[in-house]
Each structure stands twice: as C-alpha cells, then as structure tokens.
C-alpha cells in the first residue's frame, strides 16, 4: 500500500521537497554572489559563470535560476533513482560548500 499526499506518493512529494531546495540555494548563492562581486568583495571562481557576469548580470542570474528550475520540472516527469539521487545529493553538498564560504566571508568582512 502507497501512502499518498495530495494524489502524489510520499517518495515524489520528497523529490520534488529536494529540488526546491536546490532551488532556494541556487537563488541565494547568486544574490550573495551578485553582492559579493558588485562591491568587489569576491571574485568569482567559476571562469565559465565569470565570463557570464561579466557580460550581463541578467544571464547570470537567469542561469543559477532557469537551470534548478528545469531540473524540478524533468523530475516531476521521473520516477525516482538511484543515480538521480546520487545527483541532487551532489548537488546539494556543493550548493551548502558554496553557501558556508559564503557565510564564512560574509562574516570576515562585516563581523571579524
């Protein structure tokens, strides 16, 4: 027997919790960015999203958006797996690494 909330099974209803997830780290890595290169706080590492800022803020924050974005929408048409699980975990991790060097220079400049 499947539980189910709201006609979707629970598994879905945590894949698609995940990805939104994905979704709300993606957005604030690139406002913190966004902040952080704007007033030449930081550099950005990533030489390919580099070369995007540079030529237009615009692009750069429709990428970090559009592509989590598209990422929910295909996993609403998935059933789940192993490797997709793999995946979003991996992307996840990165998202969290990313938002910690965040916070630690966000702390460096205002706090320390």
Request: include cysteine; proline fraction near 4%.
């Amino acid at each position: 027997m499947e539980i189910k909330i709201k006609n979707e099974p629970i598994e879905h209803n945590r894949w698609l919790f995940t990805t939104f997830l994905l979704l709300v780290l993606a957005i604030c890595d690139s406002l913190i960015t966004h902040f952080g290169l704007s007033n030449s706080y930081i550099e950005e590492s990533n030489p390919l999203m580099r070369y995007v800022y540079e030529n237009s803020v615009f692009i750069f924050f429709s990428i970090k958006i559009v592509l989590p974005l598209l990422f929910m929408y295909i996993m609403t048409k998935l059933k789940p797996k192993a490797y997709l699980q793999l995946l979003i975990a991996g992307a996840l991790f990165l998202y969290a690494f990313v938002l910690f060097k965040h916070i630690f220079w966000l702390y460096m400049l205002f706090i320390a």
